[in-house]
């Protein structure tokens, strides 16, 4: 049992699906998992296991920003022995290459968290998203005959969600960064760190560029795509590894 978790041995399933909303987290355990079961409440932090076309999934709350996301993901990796972790949350576009409500699959992260820095001694590390379930979520996304558009390519991870300088931001859009979240770099780093698999799957819920937004209740209920692609993907990630990985 971990301090923010609290779940008991075996109550977490190898895949795991993480919000950073816990109404969120319920919502797709309640809409896409059978026998969902309810494992944590620590801190109204939701944490479910249920199955999904017969395979074992959970789904568990992050909280906002990788300090919150750390936690979550150390203890799961660590105390659950969890293989892999898709990260399903909202994000900020920031060109107008991608509109409001498509799906981003981050094959990178950047970020200007002091996390990494203090990890890196000042060196900055580029973590990556794992390939297996990077593939695995582009066939998903393509093979979804009338899905939203989706786009593959850099997020960058802010540890500021109004950040004082905004403009520092468009440099790096030239080169090729999509949008902005708080957790994907963080996320990515610990996966390489233990040696787990690892992927962020984003709905744009907000246009820097345009304006466009979506409700606080659209963002908690509706993004069901990037739900249904990253099960999908990990599934096929699971079923490909290795017997003691799945």
Request: hydrophobic share 40%; with cysteine; proline share 4%.
């Amino acid at each position: 049992m971990s301090t923010h978790i609290g779940a008991g041995p075996g109550d977490i399933a190898p895949t795991v699906l993480l919000p950073g909303d816990p109404l969120r987290a319920r919502w797709i355990a309640e809409t896409f998992l059978d026998d969902a079961r309810c494992y944590t409440e620590v801190r109204g932090m939701y944490g479910y296991t249920g199955t999904w076309q017969g395979h074992r999934v959970s789904v568990q709350g992050s909280g906002m920003g990788q300090p919150s996301m750390a936690i979550y993901v150390n203890e799961l990796f660590r105390d659950y022995d969890v293989q892999q972790i898709v990260r399903v949350g909202s994000c900020g576009a920031v060109t107008e290459q991608v509109g409001i409500r498509d799906v981003i699959i981050a094959s990178g992260a950047c970020t200007d968290s002091s996390m990494n820095r203090i990890a890196f001694h000042g060196l900055d590390y580029a973590p990556v998203a794992d390939f297996g379930l990077l593939r695995a979520a582009v066939e998903a996304a393509e093979a979804r005959p009338d899905g939203s558009p989706f786009h593959v390519g850099l997020i960058f991870s802010s540890d500021s969600f109004y950040a004082a300088r905004p403009e520092l931001l468009q440099g790096m859009v030239g080169y090729g960064v999509l949008g902005v979240e708080m957790e994907a770099s963080g996320l990515y780093t610990l996966a390489a760190k233990h040696g787990r698999r690892a992927l962020a799957i984003c709905t744009v819920s907000d246009h820097i560029v345009t304006g466009e937004e979506t409700t606080s209740a659209e963002r908690e209920q509706t993004f069901g795509e990037m739900v249904e692609i990253a099960l999908t993907a990990a599934l096929t990630a699971a079923l490909t590894a290795a017997p003691s990985e799945r």
